[in-house]
């Protein structure tokens, strides 16, 4: 067996341009490759709340096209964007005085800016509660909730503006309830 580390790459020159990662074909950017046409993407996630995944980021960036991390949860009915701090402390993504960010100490964004990388980020939006250690069963009350979607949705627009270097969102709400699908589907 082969141990497999991290590829090598040159390091980028000021004015520079980026290149590619070894693993891909063209130069499109990840999030505009269409799905099976052979193109390699190469994704992964991200979670605060682990030392070891921070450590993992750093070590594997190069290799990485796509990243997810989890920031944004859904913990509350009312469909209010949620981060927790490094110590898993709840604060609200987007209030009264605005869009707060997400990226901890900027530690994403340095990290992939240190290895001269193109690495788009999709923030996951899940209904996890890192404090409980659960995922909220109040996400049906969420997604059956027309004014909750329409709030998350508002909330949603507020945030990807305010942070135009996050090109999207990636969605994983878990254990929803059969009545909640529907309103799931509403909200895609």
Known sequence: ????????????????????????????????????SGEGVRAAYYVEDDPASYSSLKQHIHQIDLLFPEWIHIVTPD???????LDNRPFAVVDASGVHGVDHEQRVARTIADAHEDTEIFPLVNNYDPVTGMFQPSVGDFLTNPASR???????????????????????????????????????
């Open 1 to 36: 067996k082969r141990n497999f580390g991290a590829l090598k790459m040159q390091p980028v020159k000021p004015g520079q341009k980026l290149r590619h990662s070894p693993h891909r074909k063209t130069t499109r950017k990840p999030s505009e490759v269409p799905l099976n």
């Open 150 to 188: 329409a709030h998350f949705l508002q909330q949603m627009d507020r945030f990807l503006a305010a942070n135009p270097n996050y090109l999207g969102i990636s969605l994983d709400f878990e254990e929803i309830p059969d009545k909640a699908q529907s309103g799931y589907m509403a909200l895609l």
């Open 79 to 85: 469909g209010s964007l949620t981060s927790y701090s």
